[in-house]
């Protein structure tokens, strides 16, 4: 069975950044993709990047373009959200999840098969 667990988060000031990290356990990752979403209150749960483990293709909403990084570290099966430069609009829950037929639609929810529980970012403005 396949985990994910996120940790990182926290309550950061404006222009602050934060590195959120993706622990993955149960499955060889390699045809894996690795997304991560945000859900603030109220809203729906939306795509912010993903990682395919496979050649390391990362990809990012227009939001975070440019104040996001993805990177993994293959021993430890984690991948890592760099976080920069957040503003009060990036507060958020932001869940990991994990795609293992690698699907094309990176930004859709539903090709997602694991979730974790998701780690809390506030930004103060």
């Known amino acids: 069975q396949v985990q994910l667990v996120e940790s990182g988060g926290g309550l950061v000031q404006a222009g602050g950044s934060l590195r959120l990290s993706c622990a993955a356990s149960?499955?060889?990752?390699?045809?894996?993709?690795m997304g991560w979403f945000r859900q603030a209150p109220g809203k729906e749960r939306e795509f912010v990047a993903a990682l395919r483990w496979s050649g390391g293709y990362t990809y990012y909403a227009d939001s975070v373009q440019g104040r996001f990084t993805l990177s993994r570290d293959n021993p430890k099966n984690t991948v890592y959200l760099q976080v920069n430069s957040l503003k009060p609009e990036d507060t958020a829950v932001y869940y990991c999840a994990a795609d293992r037929h690698g699907s094309i639609s990176y930004w859709t929810i539903n090709v997602y098969d694991y979730w974790g529980q998701g780690t809390q970012v506030t930004v103060s403005s």
């Open positions: 149960g499955r060889t990752f390699s045809s894996y993709t």
